[in-house]
């Protein structure tokens, strides 16, 4: 767990430059077109799988799964630790030669597509639900919100999956359709936490690998025992 808690100490200590991506799991070789799928991750299912698996055979040559350390709207959400949750990501994408993960110095998706952009040299693609699309053109996000859509319509193209109750957004950027299949969009992290802390099946919701990291840590379940481990891996964090 050291290089992953290091890769996400370095991204905390960037967050006041410029916009960068730590890889915990694969490469960011140069490429004409990467995808980048950002989010919590709390945890990676097998919907997340599902956008980076469409975006991949949507001609992105490499897919990042991006997480930063604190992501908007969910500064609230302490389970499962960031650590946990890259270790997660990092064992499904390490079964998928294309797919890499990283930490993500800032939240927003168009600093991500940037950093994105400088490491591969490449066109970029933002993965995403209409959840998450209608997000970015909210203005409580930015500080100048005219000139973060301009950034991003230079950084990226969106590539927009459905998502059940979410209709999708009139956006003012480049964006087209991403396929996935039917039952994509009713699966949710949301889903996942509540079936974990029951102690309910997880195999509909999470990759197998993800899975087992959720049972071995038991991140979610309703008891204390994991604030053990969450001081742990913010001990290993700081001081890496």
């Not at 992290?189 to 038991?218: I, S």
Request: hydrophobic share 50%; proline share 9%; glycine share 8%.
């Amino acid at each position: 767990m050291a290089p992953l808690a290091a890769a996400l100490g370095r991204a905390r200590e960037a967050a006041g430059g410029t916009p960068r991506l730590e890889p915990v799991a694969g490469p960011l070789p140069r490429v004409a077109r990467a995808g980048l799928l950002a989010g919590t991750f709390n945890p990676f299912t097998r919907a997340h799988a599902a956008l980076a698996v469409a975006g991949h055979r949507a001609g992105c040559a490499l897919v990042v799964l991006a997480m930063a350390p604190v992501s908007l709207a969910k500064e609230g959400l302490e389970r499962a630790h960031p650590v946990d949750r890259l270790d997660w990501a990092a064992a499904w994408a390490r079964r998928h030669p294309w797919a890499t993960v990283a930490a993500a110095s800032h939240p927003l998706l168009v600093d991500m597509a940037e950093a994105l952009g400088r490491a591969t040299g490449g066109q970029v693609a933002l993965l995403l639900g209409t959840d998450k699309a209608a997000q970015l053109i909210e203005p409580q996000w930015y500080d100048d919100p005219a000139a973060a859509l301009e950034r991003l319509e230079r950084a990226a193209t969106l590539l927009v999956a459905e998502r059940a109750g979410h209709p999708a957004p009139d956006l003012p950027l480049r964006a087209a359709p991403l396929p996935t299949a039917a039952w994509v969009s009713e699966r949710s992290a949301t889903q996942a936490r509540a079936a974990a802390a029951r102690g309910l099946p997880l195999d509909d919701l999470l990759p197998a690998p993800v899975a087992r990291g959720v049972e071995r840590t038991g991140a979610y379940a309703p008891d204390d025992a994991y604030l053990v481990r969450i001081r742990e891996l913010e001990t290993l964090t700081t001081s890496g």
